[in-house]
């Protein structure tokens, strides 16, 4: 088989075991587009309204849901009737990283276990009933995916591990990378892929990797994207659409303030305009790829 690289999302949204990444992918086909795009505000107002701005333009909106000052259930409401209006998946970018058992402790796995289920299902946010998708790190090993899995895969929910960062100096590579991969073939029905800066689930048979088109389908969603920019004074290295899609054999590339500016966001006219521009750039890499 080929690599996923040269697979149209069509393809293998028809393919995939995991429904929300089918559902995912079939956006991506539909509409034409691989842009996430990612809203990191602090009022409910501006959460919707830049929301509803790229809605039409792209396959996810990516949330920080705690750092909205003014959260509550109609927050939760709205944004899920744009996501329908619109037709984009919610990913909610929690980055689960929970504790696992420490020997010698009273705190057992099983309680710890409890604790990721509530934080995913319970509390004010009940982030498992709202969103499509959401993330973890497997610092604490495989345990936070049995939990998180306890809780998501009945919902049909997908999970993304954290494999790959884009921030300089950042710890997840080489072999943390590699057992990323390894622990996301354990949970085929809910390890939907990775937040990763390549194509980390195809690598040479001879390094220990599995060949390309052999292994299961995992969406690569990418951030440190920049048309304008290549970096940040937070430590952020910024890409293009077509290094990371064409080149990385990426999936999705994730673009925040470069859509939305900062603060409460840029005027809607202009986070529309924004999102045409990563829009077109991300779907003319991903057509090249098919070709080459």
Not at 48 to 76: M, N, S
Not at 101 to 106: A, C, N
Not at 177 to 195: C, I, L, Q, S
């Amino acid at each position: 088989m080929p690599s996923v690289t040269k697979r149209t999302y069509a393809d293998r949204a028809a393919k995939h075991p995991i429904p929300v990444a089918q559902q995912l992918l079939a956006v991506c086909d539909r509409k034409r587009t691989n842009l996430c795009v990612s809203v990191d505000v602090t009022s409910k107002a501006s959460l919707l309204r830049i929301a509803d701005a790229a809605g039409p333009y792209c396959c996810c909106i990516k949330t920080h849901i705690d750092i909205v000052e003014d959260f509550d259930r109609d927050l939760v409401e709205q944004l899920q009737a744009l996501a329908e209006k619109h037709d984009f998946l919610i990913w909610e970018d929690r980055k689960f990283a929970d504790i696992g058992t420490r020997e010698g402790d009273l705190m057992t796995e099983e309680k710890f276990g409890l604790t990721r289920r509530l934080v995913y299902s319970s509390g004010i946010y009940k982030i498992a009933s709202w969103a499509h998708i959401t993330n973890a790190h497997l610092v604490p090993g495989e345990g936070i995916l049995t939990g998180l899995a306890s809780v998501g895969e009945p919902l049909g929910r997908g999970l993304l591990l954290l494999a790959e960062m884009s921030a300089k100096g950042n710890l997840a590579t080489g072999e943390y990378t590699a057992k990323n991969v390894e622990a996301a073939r354990r949970y085929p029905n809910f390890v939907m892929g990775f937040v990763a800066m390549k194509r980390v689930d195809e690598r040479e048979e001879t390094a220990g990797g599995v060949t390309a088109g052999e292994g299961p389908d995992f969406v690569i969603m990418t951030p440190g994207i920049g048309l304008d920019s290549k970096g940040d004074g937070m430590g952020q290295q910024y890409r293009t659409p077509d290094e990371v899609i064409r080149e990385s054999g990426c999936d999705i590339i994730i673009v925040g303030r470069g859509i939305y500016g900062g603060g409460d966001g840029n005027p809607s006219e202009e986070i529309v305009k924004q999102c045409q521009r990563y829009q077109a750039a991300g779907w003319e890499s991903y057509e090249r790829r098919l070709k080459e």
